[in-house]
């Protein structure tokens, strides 16, 4: 079964400064799909980055990016700039295939990001 | 672009009351999945369909059942609620197709309360 693991449960940075986040999985799958969500104060799931295990570079969006590393199964997200808005719970999630061409996605525990002014 | 709709978003029952969280999505995605979350826990997949009229079990199925009539409506019932359920529960869907074919795009969130 796959697991996804997030080491920190609580992180916290300074406004500007850069911030990695953990996570780890367990799969024995070779083609699979990582996610980093972002969940504010009002609860609401919001898709940071996505990367799909075929392809070796690390996906970017604006200031997040990732590490991920196959052969380790680590998949880092990194925020640069960091900026009062990011304060949120930061979830790490695999998507495992279902019957039925469905995907289900398996969270980690979630870690809690403050950005201090 | 109104995307996913939950409703109610904030619902207080009594114990053993039915209860229906309504989720309506206007992208005519095929993959349509209902989460729960709860206080220390990542989310839980209850059920998903990949269809009109195909539903599946999640990983925390009982006290719940689904119906998928129309492609853009996915509604969760709890036949007799518990205090157990008391949760956020989270509307979610997906393309299936194309080049967001593997994303998940989720709703706002109902949250239930059972007194």
């Known amino acids: 079964a796959q697991t996804v693991t997030q080491s920190q449960p609580e992180m916290s940075v300074q406004e500007a400064e850069t911030v990695t986040l953990s996570c780890t999985y367990d799969?024995?799958?070779?083609?699979?799909?990582l996610f980093w969500y972002k969940q504010p104060p009002s609860r609401q799931m919001i898709l940071v980055i996505r990367?799909?295990?075929?392809?070796?570079q690390n996906a970017t969006e604006n200031r997040f990016s990732v590490n991920f590393q196959k052969a380790a199964k680590s998949f880092s997200l990194k925020i640069s700039d960091s900026q009062l808005g990011d304060t949120a719970m930061y979830f790490c999630?695999?998507?495992?295939?279902?019957?039925?061409?469905?995907?289900?996605?398996?969270f980690g525990q979630g870690t809690r990001l403050t950005i201090n002014p | 672009d109104a995307g996913i709709t939950q409703s109610p978003r904030y619902k207080i029952t009594e114990t053993g009351r039915q209860v229906t969280l309504m989720c309506h999505q206007t992208?005519?995605?095929?993959?349509m999945f209902w989460y729960r979350q709860d206080l220390g826990h990542g989310l839980r997949l209850i059920y998903y369909?990949?269809?009109?009229?195909?539903?599946d079990k999640g990983e925390v199925p009982d006290g719940y059942v689904v119906s998928r009539s129309k492609t853009e409506n996915f509604p969760l019932t709890l036949e007799s609620a518990t205090r157990s359920q008391t949760s956020v529960y989270f509307c979610?869907?997906?393309?299936?197709?194309?080049?967001?074919?593997?994303?998940?795009?989720f709703g706002e969130g109902s949250w239930l309360t059972v007194v």
């Open positions: 979610a869907s997906s393309p299936g197709l194309g080049a967001k074919r593997n994303t998940i795009y």
């Open positions: 799969t024995s799958e070779s083609n699979y799909y």
């Open positions: 990367q799909e295990a075929y392809k070796q």
């Open positions: 999630a695999f998507m495992k295939l279902l019957i039925q061409g469905a995907q289900k996605l398996v």
């Open positions: 992208w005519s995605h095929s993959y």
């Open positions: 369909s990949a269809a009109a009229d195909i539903t």
